[in-house]
């Protein structure tokens, strides 16, 4: 009995042990001094058939007896590859380290890729739980390889992109028209048209990230077109962005003033006439002149030119979706489901094709502020 006893000891310490190690969850951590930690991603055209080319932008831990331990290295790797999986395989055989993206605050996608068609390079994000979901995905002027290039030298460049793309894109409220990997997630599931904001390359002397525009995406990730900076600025208006932007018009005067837009507000109805949607677009907006100006006295016949100036604008760029980049209006699909949801229900699948071709009316009410403090 007492070694039937003492047996029954052995094993259950065994057993103990057995969970304590389980409990640990250490099996497949890595050191930190294991870890590559990604803050920036970058997809080319490969320079070869069937390939890509991959740039990370990396913060390395340092660690041991260097003089340089404990601090954190940041450096650019390039991969081609048919795969972003396959190129983080070779990034990692060739560092020695594991690639993390817990940390990841940039996708971009370079113009040529853009233009080919981009979306089968996402999959791996959007099946990789370890990748953050608030990242920002944009695309750039020339090569994204190029763009990482040319702010090599600042240790923070994803993070100031993405700090500008959402600024610029949600400033004051309303749908934002910057893009992150969330919602380009739910975008491509819902079979959506979309855009993709545009970052400029530095320049000589200019420190500062600037937005270029947008690019223009149908419902199936093909590339479809370019966006203005004008334009994108009147499809933050239409999304609900109430302030923070620059618009030049014509307010009656003898050239062109530029103005900030302050407090806005934009509303739309939805109507099916002859089974169709029509649409109305509201929009009431403040701006401020941008031009070292002052004149306290503006005509009412001034902010008439400019609301007049700017609807003309509007229908301008809702022709150009229809007619150049096959998409309708930004917002229409938006309103259609929100106002008539079960005329949309009824019509998902050609809900796309109804709002490109719906009829469009915009109503714009300006009023302009010379100096002063705005509040």
Request: aromatic share 8%; net charge neutral.
């Given at each position: ?6 047996l029954?000891r052995?094993?259950?310490?065994a057993a103990?042990?057995?969970?304590l ?5 250490c099996?497949?951590d890595a050191?930190?001094?294991?870890r590559a930690?990604v803050?920036?991603?970058?997809m080319?055209e490969?320079?070869?058939?069937g ?16 003089v340089?331990s ?5 450096t ?7 795969s972003?999986?396959?190129a983080?395989r070779?990034?990692?055989?060739d ?5 993390n993206?817990?940390?990841?605050n ?5 113009e040529g890729?853009?233009r080919?068609?981009f979306?089968?390079m996402t999959?791996?994000?959007f099946n ?7 990242s920002?995905?944009?695309s750039c ?6 763009f ?10 994803s993070?100031?992109?993405?700090i ?5 894109g949600s ?5 934002s028209?910057?893009?992150?990997l969330h919602?380009l997630?739910r ?8 855009l993709?904001l545009r970052?400029?390359?530095a320049?000589?002397?200019r ?7 947008a ?6 990730g ?6 203005s ?11 609900g962005?109430?302030e923070?932007?620059t ?11 530029r103005?900030?837009t302050?407090d806005?507000s934009?509303s ?12 109305l677009?509201r929009l009431?907006?403040l ?14 016949a001034?902010?008439d030119?400019a ?6 604008r509007l229908?301008?760029l ?5 007619n ?9 699909l ?7 949801p079960?005329?949309?229900d009824?019509h998902?699948e050609?809900a ?8 469009v009316?915009f ?11 705005i509040?």
């Amino acid at each position: 009995m007492n070694h039937i006893a003492a047996l029954r000891r052995m094993l259950l310490a065994a057993a103990c042990g057995l969970l304590l190690m389980l409990t640990a969850g250490c099996w497949d951590d890595a050191e930190i001094n294991g870890r590559a930690f990604v803050l920036g991603f970058g997809m080319d055209e490969g320079g070869r058939a069937g390939e890509s080319r991959f740039t990370f932008e990396l913060a390395i831990p340092v660690s041991g007896e260097s003089v340089s331990s404990g601090t954190i290295e940041y450096t650019l790797c390039t991969v081609d590859a048919v795969s972003p999986g396959e190129a983080i395989r070779r990034l990692e055989k060739d560092l020695g380290r594991q690639v993390n993206f817990e940390q990841i605050n940039l996708i971009l996608v370079g113009e040529g890729l853009a233009r080919r068609g981009f979306l089968d390079m996402t999959g791996y994000f959007f099946n990789r739980a370890s990748v953050r979901r608030q990242s920002c995905i944009a695309s750039c002027e020339g090569s994204a390889k190029e763009f990482f290039s040319a702010y090599s030298s600042r240790k923070a460049v994803s993070t100031d992109a993405a700090i500008a793309l959402q600024s610029y894109g949600s400033q004051g409220g309303g749908r934002s028209v910057s893009m992150n990997l969330h919602s380009l997630f739910r975008t491509v599931s819902n079979a959506q048209p979309f855009l993709l904001l545009r970052l400029s390359p530095a320049e000589k002397d200019r420190a500062f990230i600037s937005i270029s525009g947008a690019a223009a995406f149908g419902s199936a990730g093909e590339f479809q077109g370019l966006y203005s900076p004008d334009e994108v600025e009147l499809i933050r208006l239409l999304c609900g962005c109430r302030e923070g932007g620059t618009l030049t018009l014509n307010d009656g005067g003898t050239a062109p003033r530029r103005f900030r837009t302050g407090d806005s507000s934009c509303s739309g109805k939805c109507e099916i006439r002859g089974g169709r949607p029509e649409f109305l677009i509201r929009l009431d907006l403040l701006l401020l002149p941008d031009t070292g100006e002052h004149s306290h006295d503006i005509p009412p016949a001034t902010e008439d030119a400019a609301a007049a100036a700017l609807t003309g604008r509007l229908e301008s760029l809702a022709a150009r979706c229809r007619n150049e980049l096959g998409t309708p209006a930004p917002g229409l699909l938006d309103i259609l489901r929100q106002r008539q949801p079960e005329w949309y229900d009824l019509h998902e699948e050609r809900a796309e094709e109804y709002c490109r071709q719906a009829k469009v009316r915009f109503r714009v009410r300006c009023k302009i502020v010379e100096g002063g403090i705005i509040q």
